[in-house]
């Protein structure tokens, strides 16, 4: 028995063929765009016993979910930002990088990204100073 994970993809026709485009590569997409902003410390994969689960900037489609119809996607990010940062500037250039991202890759218009702050990174000073 194949207990393969099933992978939702959007087809796309063209007059030459179809283009099949995974939801899993569309939450990469945007995973990688949300780790090039400044300020964003990694990807957080949720709430797990009241912390966020810090799952760094190796894992792309990790904190990352993704809501793809005919022609649009919604996204969901859920990042951890780096201390002192200005939160709604990170959150707004992490919104603009993923639409562009997204849109300029797959063809799908982005109707919204919601940004989840799941938590904040400290430098190593300050989590010596905290401790």
């Known amino acids: 028995i194949s207990m393969e994970k099933e992978s939702?993809?959007?087809?796309?026709?063209?007059?030459?063929?179809?283009?099949?485009?995974?939801?899993?590569?569309?939450?990469i997409i945007a995973g990688l765009a949300t780790t090039e902003v400044k300020g964003?410390?990694?990807?957080?994969?949720?709430?797990?016993?009241?912390?966020?689960?810090?799952?760094?900037?190796?894992s792309p489609a990790k904190g990352v979910k993704v809501d793809v119809g005919d022609q649009?996607?919604?996204?969901?990010?859920?990042v951890i930002v780096e201390f002192g940062v200005r939160i709604p500037d990170v959150a707004h250039e992490?919104?603009?990088?993923?639409?562009?991202?997204i849109e300029d890759m797959t063809g799908l218009t982005v109707l919204e990204t919601n940004v989840h702050i799941q938590g904040v990174s400290f430098p190593s000073?300050?989590?010596e100073e905290i401790k």
């Open 72 to 78: 649009e996607v919604t996204v969901d990010v859920y």
């Open 94 to 101: 992490i919104q603009r990088k993923v639409k562009k991202a």
């Open 125 to 127: 000073e300050a989590k």
């Open 8 to 27: 939702k993809e959007k087809t796309i026709r063209t007059k030459e063929g179809t283009v099949k485009i995974s939801d899993e590569v569309v939450a």
């Open 40 to 58: 964003v410390a990694g990807m957080s994969g949720g709430i797990v016993g009241g912390l966020a689960d810090f799952v760094g900037k190796k």
